[in-house]
């Protein structure tokens, strides 16, 4: 009898062990996160999940000589126009809102509805989707999550993504979060932040990006592999000159004082 019940006894045990840590996962998630984020507000991240998907991508199409360029520039070592150009492309809510921009959120769901709405009556497929995306959010897509259009793995990574912003604004100030993008945006296929892309297609650093190229970059920001900065067709033109604009509207240098 007491051979028999020794592991009938020990199971309960092991369950209730096991369970306990099922438990604490979550807060062990949160701590290291939290850890994470903390520690980027000062350390410059050396790679983005991002990158590192994209080297897996090559990898797996078999082109084993593809490289990342990838070079860190801190802001006051940018030209101002290209975090600018970026907050007037992307986000210029940016210094007022705390990681979620609500009206671009709105605004995007009616803009969608109605592009679905006018598809459907015409047979075709959705174009011109919107966006609503803040820079904060884009940070932390780039530096920590994955891309995928799998319905599951996109609510995961939706949910991940929000926690991050969450973390992200609470504890960088948003000069480095803009920093941080400035350095991680990808600007080209495997060409991320401002200085590879500056060197790749200018020769230049990117203290040295002229305005109307700072807004080239911003452009393609939406589809940097299917758009070209150094090349640019009608749309990218024609948004960079749009773009400039906007510049001069958030008050252009001024706007990067206002952050400190």
């Known amino acids: 009898m007491n051979y028999d019940s020794q592991p009938s006894a020990a199971l309960p045990r092991r369950i209730r062990r096991w369970f306990r840590w099922l438990l ?8 290291a996160s939290i850890l994470q984020v903390a520690v980027l507000r000062f350390v410059d991240p050396p790679f983005s999940a991002f990158m590192v998907a994209r080297m897996f991508e090559a990898w797996g ?7 990342i360029a990838y070079d860190w520039r801190d802001l006051d070592r940018m030209s101002p126009s290209l975090p600018l150009s970026m907050v007037a492309a992307e986000d210029q809510n940016f210094a007022s809102h705390h990681g979620f921009d609500l009206d671009a959120i709105e605004k995007a769901r009616v803009h969608n509805r109605k592009m679905v709405e006018r598809a459907e009556k015409r047979g075709r497929p959705v174009t011109r989707i919107r966006g609503a995306s803040t820079i ?9 999550l994955w891309q995928g259009s799998n319905r599951i793995t996109r609510w995961a990574r939706k949910g991940l993504e929000a926690w991050y912003t969450v973390l992200i604004e609470a504890l960088w100030p948003k000069t480095r979060i803009l920093e941080v993008y400035a350095n991680v945006a ?5 060409v991320y932040g401002g200085q590879a892309a500056a060197r790749r297609y200018w020769g230049k650093d990117a203290a040295g990006l002229t305005a109307n190229e700072s807004a080239r970059l911003a452009a393609v920001l939406p589809a940097p592999r299917r758009y070209s900065a150094h090349r640019p067709g009608p749309y990218v033109q024609r948004r960079a000159a749009n773009i400039q604009r906007q510049v001069r509207q958030i008050g252009g240098a001024r706007y990067l004082e206002a952050l400190q």
């Open 186 to 190: 990808e600007f080209g296929d495997g």
């Open 24 to 31: 604490a996962l979550p807060f062990l998630f949160a701590a």
């Open 136 to 144: 904060s959010q884009q940070v932390a897509k780039n530096l920590f």
């Open 61 to 67: 199409q078999g082109d084993f000589g593809f490289r």
